[in-house]
């Protein structure tokens, strides 16, 4: 049996089929990225359900940046898309565009390093889409 690891603990897995364990982040900041995000984050239950136990399947991660820093106006996001609570909180805050941008970036970093997410960064995405 093969299993193919993203960071995850080491589990017994009784079956001899090849598993791909897999870590995504899923970031949302502004209203777009909930709209987006919700049903993926749904998707993702229900395809981890339909494994069992014997996977751990796809391991989300979301990450809220903290931009829409209005607590009602962030809670509405969850409460009204049904999704779950954010793993990490950047709390990147108010400022001008630039600012905010800045300081998405600075307190991402570290989460990158930490979760070592399986998914290939948006400019890997971008460069293998426009080699067609």
Same mark, same amino acid.
């Given at each position: 049996?093969?299993?193919? *690891? /993203?960071? !995850?603990?080491?589990?017994?897995? /009784?079956?001899?089929?090849?598993? !791909?364990?897999?870590? @995504?982040?899923?970031?949302?900041? /502004? *209203?777009?990225?909930?709209?987006?995000?919700?049903? @993926?984050?749904?998707?993702?239950?229900?395809?981890?359900?339909?494994?069992?136990?014997?996977?751990?399947?796809?391991?989300?991660?979301?990450?809220?940046?903290?931009?829409?820093?209005?607590?009602?106006?962030?809670?509405? !996001?969850?409460?009204?898309?049904?999704?779950?609570?954010?793993?990490?909180?950047?709390?990147?805050?108010?400022?001008?565009?630039?600012?905010?941008?800045?300081? @998405?970036?600075? *307190? !991402?970093?570290?989460?990158?390093?930490?979760?070592?997410?399986?998914?290939?960064?948006?400019?890997?995405? *971008?460069?293998?889409?426009?080699?067609?």
């Amino acid at each position: 049996m093969q299993v193919r *690891r /993203a960071d !995850f603990t080491d589990r017994a897995l /009784a079956n001899d089929g090849i598993i !791909f364990l897999m870590k @995504i982040l899923v970031v949302v900041g /502004a *209203r777009p990225n909930f709209m987006k995000a919700a049903p @993926i984050l749904k998707a993702i239950a229900g395809f981890n359900g339909m494994l069992g136990e014997w996977a751990d399947g796809i391991r989300p991660v979301l990450v809220h940046t903290g931009q829409h820093y209005d607590a009602r106006m962030s809670d509405a !996001f969850f409460s009204d898309l049904e999704m779950p609570q954010p793993d990490v909180f950047l709390g990147a805050g108010s400022g001008s565009h630039a600012q905010q941008t800045a300081e @998405i970036m600075k *307190r !991402f970093e570290p989460v990158l390093l930490q979760e070592k997410p399986a998914v290939p960064s948006t400019a890997q995405c *971008r460069k293998r889409s426009t080699a067609f």
